[in-house]
T-cell receptor, first 112, second 113 residues
Framework: DQQVKQNSPSLSVQEGRISILNCDYTNSMFDYFLWYKKYPAEGPTFLISISSIKDKNEDGRFTVFLNKSAKHLSLHIVPSQPGDSAVYFCAAFTSGTYKYIFGTGTRLKVLA | DTAVSQTPKYLVTQMGNDKSIKCEQNLGHDTMYWYKQDSKKFLKIMFSYNNKELIINETVPNRFSPKSPDKAHLNLHINSLELGDSAVYFC????????????FGEGSRLTVL
């Protein structure tokens, strides 16, 4: 029972273009969402987050969009850079609990 | 100065052995976690401790026993290792109950032969 899903296992984008990574969830109790980036042989590192009371959060080249009615969020990276090549995980959290539930990850490759 | 550190980073051992992975965080967080990343790369929660108290135990075999001597440390002991235990184990910490980041260690790659 995968409550957080990333249906695209991989994505290739040209340098300078936009990368869009998608994430779907099933549990309407989730009220906080996070994106993590993971390089090989390293732990996931936090990228950006969004509360369920917002529909957009922006931090430099990274923007996260949340569509609660569709239970969908997306991460936009623009412009994409070769250093962005990594595996991206979305995660969901419910306030008052201790659980962060992770999606299955999307491997992004930015081509120079 | 590493925020969440875990040792060892690599561990190769035989089936049937007992091994431990240690984790320490210097962030002052009150909640620590163990996650397992299996061969399919899923990041699955195993355990969580809040102020030394077990609060999450996600249907993990009894061979896995977490121990939290204080809120800055969470160790994972695995008895009678099996081939299927081969994975990367990540320790993490957060100031949970408050929405915020989960901070991860670098991971410990366990290979059971």
């Amino acid at each position: 029972d995968q409550q957080v899903k990333q249906n695209s296992p991989s994505l290739s984008v040209q340098e300078g273009r936009i990368s869009i990574l998608n994430c779907d969830y099933t549990n309407s109790m989730f009220d906080y969402f996070l994106w993590y980036k993971k390089y090989p042989a390293e732990g996931p590192t936090f990228l950006i987050s969004i509360s369920s009371i917002k529909d957009k959060n922006e931090d430099g080249r990274f923007t996260v969009f949340l569509n609660k009615s569709a239970k969908h969020l997306s991460l936009h990276i623009v412009p994409s850079q070769p250093g962005d090549s990594a595996v991206y995980f979305c995660a969901a959290f419910t306030s008052g609990t201790y659980k962060y539930i992770f999606g299955t990850g999307t491997r992004l490759k930015v081509l120079a | 100065d590493t925020a969440v550190s875990q040792t060892p980073k690599y561990l190769v051992t035989q089936m049937g052995n007992d091994k431990s992975i240690k984790c320490e965080q210097n962030l002052g967080h009150d909640t620590m976690y163990w996650y397992k990343q299996d061969s399919k790369k899923f990041l699955k929660i195993m355990f969580s401790y809040n102020n030394k108290e077990l609060i999450i135990n996600e249907t993990v075999p009894n061979r896995f026993s977490p121990k939290s001597p204080d809120k800055a440390h969470l160790n994972l002991h695995i008895n009678s290792l099996e081939l299927g235990d081969s994975a990367v184990y990540f320790c993490a910490s957060s100031q949970a109950r408050i929405t915020g980041e989960l901070f991860f260690g670098e991971g410990s790659r366990l290979t059971v032969l």
